[in-house]
């Protein structure tokens, strides 16, 4: 059964590092997105995007995020200067096409600690 | 805006027993989906259920069921015959048609713990 999946499941670094986390969504989706989750928190949205655009992006997204499709597979976050808050669990999702009938699957997600 | 309650922050329960997670959910919108996903303490999501809120027939499978009631805007999730690999923290999550409708809102999830 296809499947998202994501790498590094694990990432540290320094407060101030850029990082970038991958997802490969599945193959014949069309929609994709960021979400968080804070450790023992809720799911928090972050960022979806479309035919090579963010479509939709919450308050959350600030400037310090960045998203991208830069081959035909891969979809990417990427935190220019992490902060201590940015320490969470980070979810990339897709969906077939319209992105409220459809059903978003997440991959496993990458947890991310700042230090 | 839409908003998901859960009120049950934790629930524990012996093996066998039957157990319901409260979803109750807030939108001004007429169409919606709602959402049932499982994080097993491994951390990943992984998708129950999706209703529509057209469609308000309650759904088995196995022995999981839903029971959806826009009256009183909620979504409930039954577990029968709870078992031990059941244990893990249980989200729902609303979607509307308006505003691009883009993003799922979760409710802050119920730990479900079940023990021998």
């Known amino acids: 059964e296809p499947e998202v999946t994501q790498t590094p499941s694990h990432q540290v670094t320094q407060m101030g590092q850029e990082v970038i986390l991958r997802c490969v969504p599945i193959s014949n989706h069309l929609y994709f997105y960021w979400y968080r989750q804070i450790l023992g928190q809720k799911v928090e949205f972050l960022v979806s995007?479309?035919?090579?655009?963010?479509?939709?992006k919450s308050e959350i997204f600030d400037d310090q995020f960045s998203v991208e499709r830069p081959d035909g597979s891969n979809f990417t976050l990427k935190i220019r200067s992490t902060k201590l808050e940015d320490s969470a669990m980070y979810f990339c999702a897709s969906s077939a096409r319209d992105p409220v009938r459809e059903t978003q699957y997440f991959g496993p997600g990458t947890r991310l600690l700042v230090l | 805006a839409q908003k998901v309650t859960q009120a049950q922050t934790e629930i524990s329960v012996v093996e066998k027993e039957d157990v319901t997670l409260d979803c109750v959910y807030e939108?001004?919108?007429?169409?919606?989906?709602l959402f049932w996903y499982k994080q097993p303490p491994s951390g990943e999501l992984v998708f129950l259920i999706r209703?529509?809120?057209?469609?308000?027939q309650n759904e088995i499978s196995g022995r999981y069921s839903w029971n959806f009631q826009k009256s009183t805007s909620s979504f409930n999730f039954t577990i029968t015959a709870s078992q031990v690999v059941d244990s893990a923290v249980y989200f729902c999550?609303?979607?509307?048609?308006?505003?691009?409708?883009?993003?799922?809102?979760f409710g802050t999830g119920t730990q479900l713990k079940v023990e021998l």
């Open positions: 209703r529509n809120s057209f469609d308000e």
């Open positions: 999550a609303l979607n509307i048609l308006t505003g691009g409708g883009n993003k799922l809102t």
């Open positions: 995007f479309y035919n090579n655009e963010i479509s939709e």
């Open positions: 939108t001004r919108d007429t169409t919606y989906y």
